[in-house]
């Protein structure tokens, strides 16, 4: 299990990055929109579908320890959260609401079947 979060984690982590720089080289944006979902570490999600109130304090601990972090919306849809190289504090705020409703602001970025937001900023949901 913690092989398999290793590497979930080191593949989220090259692809935020690609999917940061492919924006940038291409000098195409996509438009800044809010989505609100619940913030999961994709670690235990990918594993065993791990969210929710029972999985909340599980899924803080994880995203400290450096698990990576997503986006469940209501409507089913799991996003990769990657981190802005210009909003870097609000990427590390969101580890404080694993298992919790969160509205995150940013970009959408789709590319070969992964789903990314790249995360500009992180506010708890009512």
């Not at 698990?67 to 190289?85: R, Y």
Request: proline share 2%; net charge neutral.
């Amino acid at each position: 299990m913690k092989n398999y979060a290793i590497a979930l984690l080191s593949v989220s982590m090259l692809a935020g990055a690609a999917l940061a720089h492919d924006g940038e080289m291409k000098g195409a944006k996509e438009p800044v929109q809010t989505m609100q979902g619940e913030v999961v570490d994709l670690a235990c999600y990918a594993a065993h579908e791990g969210k929710g109130d029972k999985h909340a304090q599980c899924a803080k601990e994880c995203l400290k320890g450096g698990a990576p972090a997503g986006l469940l919306t209501k409507d089913g849809k799991v996003f990769v959260l990657v981190n802005s190289h210009e909003a870097e504090k609000a990427y590390q705020s969101l580890k404080d609401l694993g298992g919790e409703q969160a509205k995150i602001t940013g970009q959408v970025s789709k590319r070969g079947g992964l789903q990314a937001f790249i995360v500009e900023k992180v506010e708890k949901a009512q």
